[in-house]
C-alpha cells in the first residue's frame, strides 16, 4: 500500500472506529441503555450516521469525482436508516427529500437559517482526503459544497471547513503552529475565531488540558460550534500518542462523543495511517472490509 492509500485508508477508518467505539459513550443513561441495545451488528460494534453520511460522500466522490450536490441528496436521504442515530433535524430532512422535495426547500423547511448541528463536519474528513493535495481554496470550497446540501446555517458550513481542512494539513504533516495558522486564516466568523485563538494559546503550552476544561471551554455539544474546535484541538494534542489513548480522552470529554470521535479519528489517521489503527478494534468494526474498499477506491480515484 502506497502512503497516500495508506493514509486515506487510515483516516477512513479512523473515522469509522471513533464513530462505532464512541457511540456507547454518547448522552445519557436513557441513550446508552437504547444504544446498548441496537449498537450490535452480528457481533461487530455498530457505527452510526457518521459513518454513513460519510459513506454516502466517498461513493459519490470516487462516481462523480467532485462534489455533485445532487448526487449527494440522494445518497444520504436513500441510505437513511432509523437506527443510525441521525439529528432530529437531519431525520426531517432527510425524510423531505426522500419524498420528493429538492434539498434546497427541505433544508430550509425544518430550520430556517439551516442547521449548526456538526452533522456537515462529521463527514467532511473525506473531502479533505479527496482534495488534500490541491490548493486550500479548493478544499474550503468542497466542503462548503458538501456541508450545505443538510447544514445550510453558517455556523454549520464553517465546522464543516474547518474539520476539512485540518485533515488535510495532517494529511501533509503540517507542523502543529503551522496548521492553526492556516485554521486562523480560514475562519470566517468570530465565534470560531475565538475559540480557535483560545486552542493556539493553550498549545503554546506543553501540557495538555484536561478532557473536563476542553468540554467547558471548547464544548462537547451537537451543534457544530460546540464540537469542532474541541475535535481540532484532541486531534493536535494526541498526534503522537496511540490511537487507544486518543480514543480514551474523546471519551472523557464526553457529550456527542461518537462525532466528536469520529472526526478526531479520521483527522489522526490521516497522519499516523492504516498500520496505526488497533487491530482489535478493527476485526471488531461493522463492515470494515467494505470500508477499506472505498478507501483504497477513493485514493486511486484523484
Ligand atoms: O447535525 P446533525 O446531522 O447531527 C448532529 C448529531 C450528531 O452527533 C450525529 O451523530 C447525531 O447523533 O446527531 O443533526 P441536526 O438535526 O441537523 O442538528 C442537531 C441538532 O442541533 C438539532 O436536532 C437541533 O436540536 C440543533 N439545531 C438547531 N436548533 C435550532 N435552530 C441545529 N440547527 C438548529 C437551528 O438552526
Ligand atoms: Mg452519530
Ligand atoms: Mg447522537
Ligand atoms: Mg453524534
Redo the contacts with the bound molecule.
Keep these: 500500500m502506497n502512503l497516500k492509500t495508506n493514509r486515506i485508508t487510515g483516516a477512513v477508518l479512523g473515522l469509522a472506529l471513533g ?1 462505532a467505539f464512541g457511540a456507547p459513550h ?1 448522552g445519557g443513561t436513557l441513550e446508552r441503555a437504547f444504544w446498548s441495545l441496537i449498537g450490535n451488528s452480528f457481533g461487530k460494534h455498530r457505527w ?3 459513518t454513513q453520511m460519510s459513506i454516502d460522500v466517498l461513493e459519490s466522490l470516487i462516481e462523480r469525482r467532485s462534489i455533485d450536490q445532487g448526487d449527494l441528496a440522494r445518497r444520504f436521504a436513500s441510505s437513511y436508516r432509523w437506527y443510525r ?7 426531517k ?1 432527510l425524510k423531505r427529500i426522500g419524498a420528493g422535495q429538492t434539498w434546497q426547500q427541505a433544508n430550509r423547511s ?11 463536519a ?1 463527514r467532511s474528513p473525506v473531502v479533505g482526503l479527496y482534495y488534500a493535495e490541491e490548493t486550500h481554496e479548493k478544499v474550503v470550497g468542497a466542503a462548503r459544497l458538501c456541508a450545505e446540501i ?2 445550510a ?1 453558517p455556523l ?1 458550513i464553517e465546522g464543516a471547513i474547518l474539520v476539512a481542512l485540518t485533515t488535510a494539513l495532517v494529511y501533509k504533516d503540517l507542523d502543529t503552529s503551522e496548521i492553526i495558522r492556516h485554521l486562523l486564516l480560514t475562519a470566517e466568523t468570530s465565534p470560531f475565531r475565538k475559540k480557535l485563538e483560545k486552542i493556539e494559546a493553550w498549545l503554546l503550552h506543553d501540557s495538555v488540558k484536561s478532557p473536563e476544561t476542553v468540554a467547558l471551554e471548547l464544548g462537547n455539544g ?3 460550534l460546540d464540537s469542532c474546535v474541541s475535535a481540532i484541538y484532541i486531534v493536535l494534542t494526541h498526534r503522537e500518542k496511540s490511537f487507544d489513548e486518543l480514543l480514551q480522552y474523546t471519551i472523557k470529554v464526553g457529550g ?1 462523543v ?2 466528536i470521535a ?1 472526526m478526531v479519528g479520521a483527522i489522526w489517521g490521516a497522519g499516523r495511517g492504516v498500520d496505526a489503527l488497533p487491530e482489535q478494534k478493527l476485526n471488531k468494526l461493522e463492515q470494515c472490509d467494505r470500508l477499506k474498499k472505498l478507501a483504497i477506491s477513493l485514493a486511486s480515484s484523484n
Design positions: 464513530d454518547e452510526t450516521d457518521d442515530g441521525y439529528g432530529a433535524g437531519a431525520t430532512l425544518v430550520f430556517p437559517d439551516g442547521s449548526f448541528g456538526n452533522g456537515g462529521m443538510t447544514h446555517h454549520g451537537v451543534a457544530a456527542d461518537d462525532t469520529a
